[in-house]
């Protein structure tokens, strides 16, 4: 197979990849915000038919084909109403954090299962088909963990921001919001450039270190097994 060959093979497979992402984690992502949401009182998300694991209901023209090229991106966004809210900044905070933590909860699950794929007596001889798992598998959790790094900036309109205002002023709040799109505009910019590829990548391995660390007992078990064996 010639490097230009191999290269595109590369490619083929990780965008196929990010494109099971795109049909599993998205849906999860934005149906976490509604449902948090809805557990809080505001059936906006409920009543629009977003709390649905449907990926057609949760696409946006501009992240997923962000997600696609670049692995980070971000879904339509569920509306939500904090005036149905008892508190509606804490209200805001918590269903924005909804999101990202349903990505790193998806990395974890899906570390457990790439971990446990190293069992020999799951799949016996077939060791290529548990090469070819693993490898979908552990570019899942990356992608998982960086969309859940990416939407937890505090920059408009990701979940970050929405975050942050449960620590900012409502007037400093309003003003910052008055430059959304223009922010919006930038954040595409640094995407598009990869200024940001460095510390999105720090974030993204140090949440990743901390899933391997969370998942050791999984090591534990594989340890005992090769030992009874």
Known sequence: MSLFSSGLHNALWLLL????????????????????????????????????LNPLAHFDPIGTTALLLFGFGWAKPVPINPF?????????MLSALAGPLSNVAMAFLLMVIYKLLYIPTIFGS??????????????????????????????????GSRV??????????F???????????????????????????????AVFSGLDLLTTPVNWLLTAIAAAA
């Open 84 to 92: 149905y809210f008892r508190n509606p900044k804490k209200g805001m």
């Open 17 to 52: 990849i990010r494109a099971i992402v795109v049909f599993t984690a998205l849906p999860v992502h934005e149906c976490a915000h509604g449902y948090v949401a809805l557990k809080m009182g505001d059936h906006t998300a409920e009543q629009q038919g977003r709390l649905t």
């Open 164 to 173: 942050a205002t449960y620590f900012l002023p409502r007037d400093v709040y």
């Open 175 to 205: 003003k910052i919001m008055q430059y959304e799109n223009i922010i919006f505009l930038a954040l595409l910019a640094l995407l598009w450039t990869g200024v940001l590829n460095r510390p999105l990548n720090y974030l993204q391995d």
């Open 126 to 159: 077939s060791a290529s088909f548990v090469d070819t798992l693993q490898m979908i598998l552990y570019y899942m959790i990356l992608i998982n963990v960086g969309l859940a790094v990416f939407n937890l900036l505090p920059i408009p309109p990701l979940d």
